[in-house]
């Protein structure tokens, strides 16, 4: 069993960054990939992000590619999203997702998630 908890939302300004958290509570944390999904109102949840077990391989929706970064510390548990230039559209809850597959991590198939973290972007 994997608890995840998520960080760090919040209303930021378009143009504005922001740096989601996601702690997981296990003893195998190298064991899993790990991504971040998001889900905006209205609409269905999507992929944003994934990372490998090992943080080698990182994964973006074309959406947020170049403005959007992975990243993952296997001595906290924790893994990162920084998120830079943001727009109206990334209005979304976010979510936090673990599974041994990578694969599923990336279609929402996730065996784990957290309890998701809002992130409003508006003027």
């Known amino acids: 069993q994997v608890h995840l908890v998520e960080s760090g939302g919040g209303l930021v300004q378009p143009g504005g960054s922001l740096r989601l958290s996601c702690v997981a509570s296990?003893?195998?944390?190298?064991?899993?990939?790990l991504g971040w999904l998001r889900q905006a109102p209205g609409k269905e949840r999507e992929f944003v992000a994934a990372?490998?077990?090992?943080?080698?391989?990182?994964y973006y929706a074309d959406s947020v590619k170049g403005r959007f970064t992975i990243s993952r510390d296997n001595a906290k548990n924790t893994v990162y999203m920084q998120m830079n230039d943001l727009k109206p559209e990334d209005t979304a809850v976010y979510y936090c997702?673990?599974?041994?597959?990578?694969?599923?991590?990336?279609?929402?198939?996730?065996?784990?998630w957290g309890q998701g973290t809002l992130v409003t972007v508006s003027s």
């Open positions: 997702a673990a599974d041994s597959n990578s694969a599923y991590v990336m279609q929402g198939l996730s065996d784990y």
């Open positions: 296990t003893d195998a944390f190298t064991s899993y990939n």
């Open positions: 990372i490998s077990y090992d943080g080698v391989n990182t």
